[in-house]
């Protein structure tokens, strides 16, 4: 379905940051750190991060076609 979230790459990239900020995350409470530590992660993203997203899409859309629409490896 369209909608799937194994289409979806900013799905991975929220994944990404996730994994960048680990626990720290949890533990902030002041908006402008946790703004700061976004940023830091995001920034850190590389292009070849987010090449080799674009380049996935023909195998996801695949994926998701043989899956009819259920859950994939993405």
Do not use: C, F, H
């Amino acid at each position: 379905p369209p909608q799937s979230p194994d289409l979806n790459l900013i799905e991975a990239l929220w994944a990404d940051m996730e994994t960048e900020l680990g626990q720290e995350i949890g533990r902030v409470r002041d908006l402008e750190v946790l703004k700061a530590m976004l940023q830091r992660a995001w920034d850190n993203i590389g292009i070849d991060r987010l090449d080799a997203l674009i380049r996935s899409m023909p195998r996801r859309l695949e994926a998701v076609i043989a899956a009819r629409g259920q859950a994939t490896r993405y």
